[in-house]
């Protein structure tokens, strides 16, 4: 139906940026949303970054004003870039993207995760 690949973490020290990407292909006829979210060792996964169809977006308020979700609809792309790095961004981040198929269905679909680790 639809991949999704995410790529662009790594380690980095704070203070530091890094841009995550996750690209999708398949039968996609139009975006809903498209997310990251991330999941940090012991803690539930959270929300990061939200950008719907419609293009307003949503941040957690721990990433407001130094993490910025954009998509190239073209390209089937969303990126995350991330700025000012803390040690508490730490974690796997995760993309989301709900779509709708060709076949008019809902599906939606995440990436496996890329981690991201910010050292002191």
């Known amino acids: 139906q639809v991949q999704v690949v995410e790529s662009g973490g790594g380690l980095v020290q704070a203070g530091e940026s890094l841009r995550l990407s996750c690209s999708a292909s398949?039968?996609?006829?139009?975006?809903?949303?498209t997310g990251w979210y991330r999941q940090a060792p012991g803690k539930q996964r959270e929300l990061v970054a939200l950008?719907?169809?419609?293009?307003?977006?949503n941040y957690a308020d721990s990433v407001k004003g130094r993490f910025t979700i954009s998509r190239d609809n073209a390209k089937n792309t969303v990126y995350l870039q991330m700025d000012s790095l803390k040690p508490e961004d730490t974690g796997v981040y995760y993309c989301?993207?709900?779509?709708?198929?060709?076949?008019?269905?809902?599906?939606?679909?995440w990436g496996r995760g890329t981690q991201v680790t910010v050292s002191s």
């Open positions: 398949g039968n996609i006829a139009s975006i809903i949303s």
């Open positions: 950008l719907p169809g419609g293009g307003i977006t």
């Open positions: 989301n993207w709900g779509v709708r198929l060709t076949t008019l269905r809902r599906y939606d679909v």
